[in-house]
Nanobody
């Protein structure tokens, strides 16, 4: 069974950190670019970050630059999103998804996980 599973979400205070994981089973993540997205209540899903197949290229939405870092460990078949200096506006369900290449076009991401909730609050 092909699965993409996000984990690592939770409740954290402003200024805190979380590390999200995106783990694949049934297929190899090494052959895909991986995007991280988030969706807050009442808002559209937005792209947060993407890492290329080889991990050489990555990008970030302006609101998380300098705070979030994406990385991948192909040996563990897992991609990570390290989130530091979290803010209340980072509260959302976070998703990872596979693509042939990093793109701003959400339609280019074909296989999605179920998401993990991140809540930033006092």
């Amino acid at each position: 069974q092909l699965q993409l599973v996000e984990s690592g979400g939770g409740l954290v205070q402003p200024g805190g950190s979380l590390r999200l994981s995106c783990a694949a089973s049934g297929f190899t993540l090494a052959y895909s670019a991986i995007g991280w997205f988030r969706q807050a209540p009442g808002k559209e899903r937005e792209g947060v970050s993407c890492i290329s197949i080889g991990g050489i290229y990555s990008n970030y939405v302006d609101s998380v630059k300098g705070r979030f870092t994406v990385s991948r460990d192909n040996a563990k078949n897992t991609v990570y999103l390290q989130m530091n200096s979290l803010k209340p506006e980072d509260t959302a369900v976070y998703y990872c998804a596979t693509a042939a290449r990093c793109s701003q076009y959400i339609g280019g991401y074909k296989f999605w996980g179920q998401g993990t909730q991140v809540s930033v609050s006092e």
